[in-house]
């Protein structure tokens, strides 16, 4: 993944110097740089996505969804999503399940 965000990097730059003056390959570099980047964004993040808990990516689905269609409750389902991730129960890290004192 971080070889084809580097790879679309380098094409916008090769775009964006094509286009010179006349500016033809503009919108393909801006178009390029963009997704450049949240490939190479997502490429970094990826050891912290791979810990994430499984009910987060449907929160962020519901989220996006909630944007397209109400977007004045969009404030609200992330509040509610954070409270979610904030109040679930967590175990003791200095035991192990299941054990009793």
């Known amino acids: 993944m971080g070889i084809i965000a580097l790879a ?8 964006y110097l094509a286009s010179g003056t006349g500016g033809q390959y503009l919108s393909l570099a801006a178009a390029l740089l963009r997704v450049g980047l949240v490939l190479l964004a997502i490429w970094l993040a990826l050891p912290q996505l791979e ?3 499984s009910w987060l990516f449907g929160g962020v689905i ?6 397209a269609r109400w977007p004045k409750y969009f404030v609200l ?3 509610a999503l954070a409270a979610a991730a904030l109040l679930k129960p967590r ?4 035991r192990r399940r299941g054990e009793a004192d």
Do not use: G
């Open 8 to 15: 679309l990097l380098a094409l916008a730059l090769v775009a």
């Open 51 to 53: 810990r994430a808990p």
């Open 62 to 67: 519901l989220l996006a969804i909630i944007l």
């Open 77 to 79: 389902a992330l509040m």
């Open 91 to 94: 175990l003791p890290t200095n």
